[in-house]
């Protein structure tokens, strides 16, 4: 049985995330799952050896990408991202039993789910202050601790410690989606699929154009580009990693030129090529007829 982590403790979003890429098939059968105090924590039991795989979130809708994991997927042994799955969020409001929402003075909230739902605790809880918590259930674990009256988390922690829904359904946006991965020592990418998404970690020299040259083959390449993203690398003002999603596989030919073109001058780290979740853009051209071509050039075939 594979062991799996996750960002926990039991009750996340993480955790039902987990839960959906098993009963999608993303393994051969059931898991043993690891809660991991963070994304980073989780992580780094697969370059352990201690589990075979985690699952952790990569990007929110409404808050973009989720910078733990970011960065703990840039620097350290080289983990690779074999699949992914999406959820809708929305969070409940928990409390002790006999709490009622009058009596709430303080919230505890993991910081991605606050922002969430800061309008939502603006109207409703204008007076309580702000308790952080080291993740959605975790924020449940503080309530019961009696750290804060209530808590911005999700109704399965809520189940599993005997907290009641003071509010269900919170979030200030409608459609709210969070894209988890689930990762893995690195390995052979998943068979392509045609509705692919690869990710790289880009780090350039520092000279004038270097950006724009490594964008340039992306594009005269026809491949589309769905995330750009810069982070410091923390080693000094004014060094970034940028983090680059496309469609496309590695296996397809335009993104293996690039990708090859791209190691000739910069340093990359490739977090994956796997089937998305959802259609992000136009997949890169097929090369097909252009290797025909070439081949028969090679063959000294006279007239093309």
């Known amino acids: 049985m594979p062991r799996i982590a996750y960002f926990g403790p039991s009750g996340t979003f993480t955790e039902m995330a987990l839960a959906d890429l098993e009963a999608s098939g993303s393994f051969d059968g059931p898991v043993e799952r690891i809660a991991a105090p963070s994304q980073g924590a989780a992580l780094d039991l697969i370059r352990s050896g201690d589990v075979d795989g985690a699952v952790v979130p990569i990007e929110s809708s409404v808050e973009g990408s989720i910078p733990a994991t970011l960065d703990s997927l840039a620097v350290g042994p080289r983990l690779q991202i074999i699949a992914e799955t999406e959820l809708e969020v929305s969070f409940a409001i928990l409390a002790r039993a ?3 929402l009058t009596d709430v003075r303080s919230v505890a909230a993991y910081p991605v789910a606050g922002a969430q739902v800061r309008l939502w605790l603006e109207r409703n809880l204008p007076a309580a202050a702000s308790y952080v918590s080291a993740s959605n259930a975790a924020a449940a674990e503080d309530v019961l601790a009696g750290h804060a009256d209530a808590a911005v988390s999700t109704t399965l922690a809520g189940q599993r410690l005997g907290l009641v829904a003071l509010a269900e359904g919170v979030a200030d946006h409608e459609d709210a989606i969070t894209r988890f991965v689930l990762v893995t020592k690195p390995r052979v990418a998943p068979q392509p699929t045609g509705a692919d998404r690869t990710s790289i970690v880009l780090e350039l020299p520092n000279e004038p ?43 397809d030919a335009a993104v293996a030129e690039a990708l090859k073109a791209l190691h000739r001058t910069a340093r990359i780290r490739f977090l994956g090529s796997w089937a998305a979740t959802s259609a992000t853009g136009t997949p890169p051209p097929s090369d097909e007829e252009s290797a025909q071509w070439l081949t028969q050039l090679r063959k000294g075939v006279a007239d093309l």
């Open 209 to 251: 154009g270097a950006l724009m040259r490594a964008f340039g083959e992306f594009s005269t390449r026809g491949i589309d580009l769905t995330r750009i993203e810069s982070r410091p690398t923390r080693t000094g003002m004014g060094t970034y990693r940028f983090y680059l999603d496309c469609v496309g596989h590695i296996d």
């Open 98 to 100: 006999g709490t009622e």
